[in-house]
């Protein structure tokens, strides 16, 4: 007792205690300037242990010496037990007080200002905020058991650090599509809200769900800190939220331990085998998934700018680089496919790209099989398996019951039917439950345009022309589409509103391509064939040759001999049984040629059980066949 006496006396307690706070400080302001300057990570393990080894000098001058007004003097010794030292004390008791002020402060800096976490919006970059695009209603009433998880927020400023988020959101999203009970909006939509500073209750409106995941990630070198919160739509209440500092590799743990979290969140079982399907979907290579989003970014370009072909290269630059690391990463090949196809299908329409080399078109074939194999190879469910198979019978002329395989496929669980599924749907022994397939990836990605595209366009082969009106109207009100507008002009023209069609397509469609094709078919609709053919000569006299275009134009222009011949010409080229599928899909009137015109596809078609002639879903009063 003598001897804590004498140190409580010496001020060593009150000297140490705020060593240590100052030490925790110190610390904490390291944590988050670091990565805003890019401190490398060894600086915070040596300050750590010089920090440590500190403390041993503090605790011998605390003992050795007094905090006096004339500065630090040497303490006599022990024949001065007993005398109290009131100066140093009280000064001591303020350091203390005022460096645990400054503890609280860069704590709610950290928590607030870095992390911006709002109370309900979460994290977001101010400065990159866009207006958001037209609100779109739910498409159902929202289940509780739904939840978006939106892209998290990179608040370091590395090259790949947005990637390395988004990939880490994507996992999460893989991760929580594991679990029967619950409706996860798919990447597509949720990743439509990127950047943008909308109110999470006006998100979950747009994605039908009850539910918002939202969070942010730092990194420095092999430092990560990533926040994560779900918030519940209605009234803002946060249900769960967590901050994980880990390294880098342990970014898989982080991601499948905020998965679970969730779930436990909105009182969902977890079995041991949905937590290790939970664990082991997706990729465990960072690298892999940082060049998946990048190869994904070209992909996305691709579909939206004029040089496809190019960008669809780069794309797959980074798509290989990602199966090279992850071979496992399913997605990969699917993306990796579409350079392959597009290549086949541009030739066998007979149409010229600049981009194509003979090479290409001798080495695509190949290459194509080659993804849908791996794809079914590393396949983690009957879905992603389904898809590769159903692609690859359609792509490659494996018709023996196609049209069973494509009811299998509609029957498989998961959100995202096959590729090509929509090409059979005018053949289909049951169109109905192809649109059933579409209706239900709306569902899961409620903003995605080829749920929206496709149910359109289904839904005017089936006749339920006004349907398939009020759908493309309030899918086009969220995003432009050419296949859209060009359905939305068709169906307004095949129930009699052919003014209306035509106004409608001089105002939405941009891209004058598209504008020319839609107006040569809508003059076919009034029988005006003199302006149907106009608007196809000023097509092909802009854009070159074009055989599936100009075989569509064509029959509905009534010309039989014309389109039975361009037919043929496809019908002889490789993969033109895939082209002939979509002249039939896109021309929405019925038979586009005689099936005894294209011996190849009429030989694939006896063994597929698919049904032949179409339907015809409205008149075009120029094809009397």
């Known amino acids: 007792m003598g001897l804590l006496a004498e140190l409580r006396r010496r001020n060593v307690f009150r000297v140490t205690a705020a060593y240590l706070v100052f030490a925790w400080l110190l610390l904490q302001v390291l944590d988050v300037v670091g990565p805003i300057l890019g401190l490398p990570e060894a600086i915070a393990r040596y300050l750590l242990f010089l920090l440590v080894v500190g403390i041993v000098p503090v605790v011998v001058v605390a003992w050795a010496f007094e905090l006096t007004p004339e500065g630090l003097r040497r303490e006599d010794g022990p024949h001065r037990a007993g005398v109290t030292m009131p100066r140093g004390r009280h000064r001591l008791d303020r350091v203390i007080m005022v460096g645990l002020a400054l503890a609280v402060g860069v704590l709610l800096f950290d928590r607030f200002a870095l992390r911006d976490d709002s109370g309900d919006a979460g994290p977001a970059d101010e400065t990159a905020a866009r207006a958001p695009g037209p609100a779109a209603p739910p498409l159902a009433p929202a289940t509780q058991k739904s939840v978006a998880a939106l892209p998290f927020v990179a608040m ?114 977890l079995d041991d085998a949905l937590r290790e399907r939970m664990h082991w979907v997706g990729t465990r290579d960072v690298e892999a998934f940082i060049a998946f989003q990048k190869g994904i970014e070209y992909y996305e370009r691709a579909h939206r700018e004029p040089n496809q072909i190019s960008l669809l290269r780069q794309a797959n630059i980074h798509f290989e680089q990602a199966i090279g690391q992850s071979p496992e990463l399913v997605d990969a090949y699917q993306y990796h496919s579409d350079l392959y196809s597009h290549i086949l299908l541009t030739r066998a329409a007979g149409e010229l790209d600049g981009e194509i080399t003979e090479d290409d078109i001798a080495q695509a074939p190949a290459a194509l099989l080659q993804d849908y194999q791996r794809a079914a190879r590393h396949a983690r469910s009957a879905g ?242």
């Open 384 to 625: 992603q398996r389904g898809n590769a198979e159903f692609d690859q019978s359609l792509m490659f002329g494996h018709w023996r019951g196609l049209d069973r395989l494509g009811h299998q496929n509609v029957a498989l669980p998961g959100c995202d039917p096959a590729l090509w599924l929509q090409l059979v749907a005018p053949l289909s022994s049951d169109p109905q439950a192809i649109l059933g397939a579409f209706r239900r990836m709306a569902v899961c990605d409620p903003l995605r345009m080829r749920p929206m595209v496709h149910s359109v366009g289904i839904l005017v082969w089936l006749g339920r022309i006004d349907e398939a009106v009020d759908m493309a109207r309030q899918s086009l009100s969220m995003a432009e589409h050419p296949s859209l507008s060009r359905h939305l002009a068709l169906g307004l023209a095949l129930r009699g509103d052919t003014d209306e069609a035509v106004a409608m397509a001089n105002s939405v469609i941009r891209e004058e391509d598209e504008l020319l094709r839609v107006r040569a078919m809508l003059s076919a609709v009034r029988g005006d064939a003199a302006a149907a053919k106009r608007y196809q000569v000023d097509f092909l006299g802009k854009y070159g040759p074009n055989d599936r275009e100009t075989l569509i134009m064509e029959a509905a222009q009534g010309n039989r001999g014309e389109a039975n011949r361009l037919a043929a010409a496809i019908d002889a080229r490789p993969f033109g049984h895939v082209v002939l599928l979509q002249a039939i899909y896109d021309c929405l009137c019925g038979a586009p040629f005689d099936l005894g015109a294209a011996p190849e596809f009429a030989g694939l078609l006896v063994e597929s059980g698919l049904d032949w002639p179409p339907p015809r879903p409205g008149a075009f009063p120029l094809k009397d066949w």
């Open 156 to 269: 370091s400023n590395g090259p790949d650090d947005d990637y390395f988020a988004d990939g880490l959101t994507e996992e999460i999203i893989n991760a929580l599509t594991q679990l029967p009970d619950l409706l996860v909006t798919a990447r597509t939509s949720a990743f439509h809200f990127k950047d943008r500073n909308l109110p999470v209750a006006d998100i979950a409106q747009q994605l039908g769900v009850a539910h918002v995941l939202e969070g942010s990630v730092r990194r420095a070198g092999e430092r990560l800190r990533v926040t994560a919160q779900l918030i519940r739509a209605d009234d803002g209440f946060n249900l769960w939220s967590e901050t994980y500092d880990r390294q880098t590799a342990d970014s898989f743990a982080v991601q499948a331990d905020i998965a679970e979290k969730v779930a436990h969140a909105l009182n969902i079982y």
